[in-house]
């Protein structure tokens, strides 16, 4: 399959064309992020560590001397071949708010995100759409509806979430192969609807 | 950025493979090759030559040799930090085993809409 020839991607020649793309899974704690790469992912996930040395807020006041705070951020991901030249990595970005930096290393070059939220704890999933909107990677939100949670529509967590109109919003079981499928497959439907419109109104 | 007494790139002074642990100490951070987390790399040098190396470069290699891998994997594959693995690819890199393919730099420019239709139509047939 032959793409644009304006693959200016790094690289050797004798790779021209074989290319990587990436989407991110967000969203607070424990809402499932690794369960929908899970259901998704052709290989079992992995898991990544980066070791992160930051220096301390403050200065030790007794010794004058900076204290540096090593902390190690884990990042778990999965893989879906997409066909003989393409591969598709799914990201789920650390749930902790501390990690942020971390995400926005993540965010460069994503092709979109999805949001994951709870409707038990929609608050959780604030933070990951700020972080969306501000640095203007295109997402959609997937409620995934936990047994035993009330069941809102669509309407009103768009409501409750302020998020913008277009942004779609999808109803989840992560745990369920063809529901976490869905969610990806809307999300690059929207992905498609914001490239073309984008292309149409030489945003680009 | 560069500083005063920084030793000169790789690819000028190709000496000895060095250890992993005295590598990634000495050089964590510098990507030579600005290699990314999703960078995709494939082993092309015979097996024959792994057998040279230091246990890590051969592991990667082997594991490289089918179908390529994202800095990712081999990461997870190996229990090593991310930052250690760019290293150890960017030395396979320089002297000529692996070979490599990194995402566009997010400037180049609006979103592939093949590409995007491509990734929906697999994700679709999954
Ligand atoms: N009942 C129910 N349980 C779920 C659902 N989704 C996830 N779980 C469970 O909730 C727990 C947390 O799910 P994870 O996928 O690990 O969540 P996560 O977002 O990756 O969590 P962190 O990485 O710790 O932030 C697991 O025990 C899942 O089995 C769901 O839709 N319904
Ligand atoms: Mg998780």
Redesign the pocket.
């Given at each position: 399959m032959a793409f644009e020839t304006s693959d200016r991607s790094a690289g050797s020649p004798e790779m021209t064309g074989v290319r990587a793309v990436k989407l991110l899974v967000a969203?607070?704690?424990?809402?499932?992020?690794?369960?929908?790469v899970?259901a998704v992912s052709e290989i079992k996930p992995l898991r990544t560590e980066e070791r992160l040395s930051a220096i301390g807020a403050g200065v030790d006041d007794l010794t004058g001397v900076e204290r540096k705070t090593t902390t190690t951020v884990a990042l778990?991901f999965g893989r879906i071949t997409i066909n003989s030249e393409v591969v598709l990595y799914l990201f789920?970005t650390?749930?902790q708010d501390r990690f942020w930096f971390m995400w926005k290393e993540l965010s460069v070059g994503a092709l979109g995100a999805v949001v994951?939220a709870d409707t038990r704890r929609l608050e959780d999933s604030f933070g990951a759409i700020d972080f969306f909107e501000s640095r203007g990677t295109p997402f959609i939100v997937a409620v995934?509806?936990?047994?035993g949670a009330e069941i809102y529509d669509e309407v009103e967590v768009r409501q409750a979430l302020a998020i913008d109109d277009h942004v779609p919003v999808q109803l989840c079981?992560?745990?369920d192969r063809e529901s976490s499928k869905r969610v990806l497959v809307r999300l690059l439907e929207y992905l498609m609807t914001v490239a073309t419109a984008g292309a149409a109104a030489g945003t680009w | 950025m560069k500083y005063a007494g920084e030793p000169e790139p790789f690819e000028f002074e190709p000496g000895p493979l060095i250890r992993p642990f005295a590598v990634t100490r000495g050089r964590a951070g510098k990507d030579l090759h600005e290699l990314d987390i999703i960078t995709l790399v494939v082993a092309v040098r015979p097996e024959a030559d792994v057998a040279a190396l230091d246990r890590e470069y051969g592991d990667i290699l082997r594991m490289c040799h089918q179908r390529p891998l994202s800095i990712a994997e081999i990461s997870a594959k190996m229990g090593l930090l991310l930052a250690a693995v760019k290293v150890l690819v960017s030395d396979l890199i320089s002297s000529g085993h692996l070979i490599f393919r990194s995402p566009p730099p997010p400037t180049s420019g609006r979103p592939d809409i093949k590409l995007l239709q491509a990734v929906l139509d697999g994700v679709r047939n999954l």
């Amino acid at each position: 399959m032959a793409f644009e020839t304006s693959d200016r991607s790094a690289g050797s020649p004798e790779m021209t064309g074989v290319r990587a793309v990436k989407l991110l899974v967000a969203g607070g704690f424990g809402v499932g992020k690794t369960t929908l790469v899970t259901a998704v992912s052709e290989i079992k996930p992995l898991r990544t560590e980066e070791r992160l040395s930051a220096i301390g807020a403050g200065v030790d006041d007794l010794t004058g001397v900076e204290r540096k705070t090593t902390t190690t951020v884990a990042l778990d991901f999965g893989r879906i071949t997409i066909n003989s030249e393409v591969v598709l990595y799914l990201f789920g970005t650390p749930g902790q708010d501390r990690f942020w930096f971390m995400w926005k290393e993540l965010s460069v070059g994503a092709l979109g995100a999805v949001v994951l939220a709870d409707t038990r704890r929609l608050e959780d999933s604030f933070g990951a759409i700020d972080f969306f909107e501000s640095r203007g990677t295109p997402f959609i939100v997937a409620v995934n509806c936990f047994d035993g949670a009330e069941i809102y529509d669509e309407v009103e967590v768009r409501q409750a979430l302020a998020i913008d109109d277009h942004v779609p919003v999808q109803l989840c079981d992560v745990r369920d192969r063809e529901s976490s499928k869905r969610v990806l497959v809307r999300l690059l439907e929207y992905l498609m609807t914001v490239a073309t419109a984008g292309a149409a109104a030489g945003t680009w | 950025m560069k500083y005063a007494g920084e030793p000169e790139p790789f690819e000028f002074e190709p000496g000895p493979l060095i250890r992993p642990f005295a590598v990634t100490r000495g050089r964590a951070g510098k990507d030579l090759h600005e290699l990314d987390i999703i960078t995709l790399v494939v082993a092309v040098r015979p097996e024959a030559d792994v057998a040279a190396l230091d246990r890590e470069y051969g592991d990667i290699l082997r594991m490289c040799h089918q179908r390529p891998l994202s800095i990712a994997e081999i990461s997870a594959k190996m229990g090593l930090l991310l930052a250690a693995v760019k290293v150890l690819v960017s030395d396979l890199i320089s002297s000529g085993h692996l070979i490599f393919r990194s995402p566009p730099p997010p400037t180049s420019g609006r979103p592939d809409i093949k590409l995007l239709q491509a990734v929906l139509d697999g994700v679709r047939n999954l």
